[in-house]
């Protein structure tokens, strides 16, 4: 089994900064990508942020140039660094992964329990 754990959401005034990681364990044979993804109530699940393998990233454009997304391949984690927060910000924040398992031609797809981040005004 897999296991993504995230840690890291909380409180914050706007204009300040939270960092979001999370850690995935298990039987892993190699991850594909990582990323991070938000929910407001009653909303669909958006895209914030996406990071592949060889380091290629990709974040909504709400968030360009403030929420920096990163990988460390070796210990199997994302972090997503959060600048600048505004209250719009403020949701769950749920982690991704797109991996293999036992056969690396077969890929999988895990998510997180969610952090909640809330932005205060």
């Known amino acids: 089994q897999v296991q993504l754990v995230e840690s890291g959401g909380g409180l914050v005034q706007a204009g300040g900064s939270l960092r979001l990681s999370c850690a995935a364990s298990g039987t892993i044979v190699s991850i594909n990508a990582m990323g991070w993804y938000r929910q407001i109530a009653g909303k669909q699940r958006e895209l914030v942020a996406t990071?592949?393998?060889?380091?290629?990233?990709n974040y909504a454009d709400s968030v360009k140039g403030r929420f920096t997304i990163s990988r460390d391949t070796a210990k199997n984690t994302v972090t997503l660094q959060m600048n600048t927060l505004k209250p719009e910000d403020t949701a769950v924040y749920y982690c991704?992964?797109?991996?293999?398992?036992?056969?690396?031609?077969?890929?999988?797809?895990?998510w997180g329990q969610g952090t909640q981040v809330t932005v205060s005004s």
């Open positions: 990071i592949t393998s060889t380091g290629s990233s």
């Open positions: 991704n992964a797109d991996l293999s398992r036992y056969n690396p031609f077969r890929r999988e797809n895990y």
